[in-house]
């Protein structure tokens, strides 16, 4: 049984929901401390070519005195009007790709709602999207249970909660030394990194740009497409 673990991230991109997808479980590490600057609150999406030809869609938090924060506990900060922003920036480069419609409600629900915490924006999103992309692994969260261990050794602990004898990690994963893998070893489990390889597609613009959030495949290619591209690997 495979077990596959992230943080709840914001529009996440297309390797996020091709590592969930192989999941028999999948669980939000939501205990763990929010890195600024991080995808936890902003994501990428393609605009017209320019500087970059890309931009970021940032959610603004609430920070001032609150330092080691863990994600659950993440505010957003809504004196700032982020969410008619966000959905502005999608609708206008967005709203002539081929599957545009086919999402456009739910985006256009999200971004009207007023949201208090973080985590919550980004599991609604996350679990929409697994719905649609046809990501059926049952889902669970970090912070209702009691994990004490950090990097490998919380991987451990969440297979042992959860009932999994093998855990997938990410293809950044295999560089950034995260995983002590003869630990897994040592107690009777697995350890396997995700094949992803980032799809080339057409994207409104040229030339091609990887990266981008979800929405951008989503978008363009639709979702049968990912679900084609998870039969093939």
């Known amino acids: 049984m495979i077990l596959v673990g992230h943080q709840p ?26 890195l600024k600057k991080s995808f936890q609150n902003r994501n990428k999406i393609r605009i017209a070519p320019g500087s970059s030809g890309w931009t970021w869609l940032t959610v603004p938090i ?6 080691f ?23 206008f480069n967005y709203k002539e790709r081929p599957f545009f419609n086919d999402h456009k409600d ?35 969260k ?4 009691n994990f004490n261990g950090a990097k490998t050794d919380l991987l451990i602990e969440m297979c ?11 293809v950044g994963a295999k560089t950034s030394g995260y995983v002590a893998e003869e630990e897994f070893k040592k107690h009777g489990l697995h350890h396997i990194f995700s094949d992803f390889e980032h799809p080339v597609y057409v994207q409104k613009f040229k030339p091609f740009i990887p990266g981008m959030s979800i929405i951008d495949f989503l978008f ?13 690997r």
């Open 69 to 91: 924060q863990k994600i659950n506990e993440v505010e957003i900060d809504n004196s700032v009007r982020w969410g008619e922003k966000h959905w502005k920036t999608i609708y």
């Open 9 to 34: 991230e914001y529009l996440s991109y297309v390797g996020f929901f091709y590592k969930a997808a192989k999941a028999d479980k999948f669980i939000f590490v939501d205990h763990v401390q929010f």
């Open 62 to 67: 609430i920070t001032k005195g609150k330092r």
């Open 220 to 232: 363009n290619c639709g979702a049968e497409q990912f679900k084609e591209m998870i039969k093939k």
């Open 160 to 170: 042992d909660k959860l009932g999994a004898d093998t855990y997938l990690s990410g």
């Open 106 to 140: 739910f985006f256009e629900n999200l971004y009207a709602k007023k949201w208090e915490m973080l985590a919550d924006l980004n599991e609604e999103i996350i679990c929409y999207l697994f719905e649609k992309l046809g990501i059926g692994a049952p889902i669970y």
């Open 142 to 145: 970090s912070s209702d249970y």
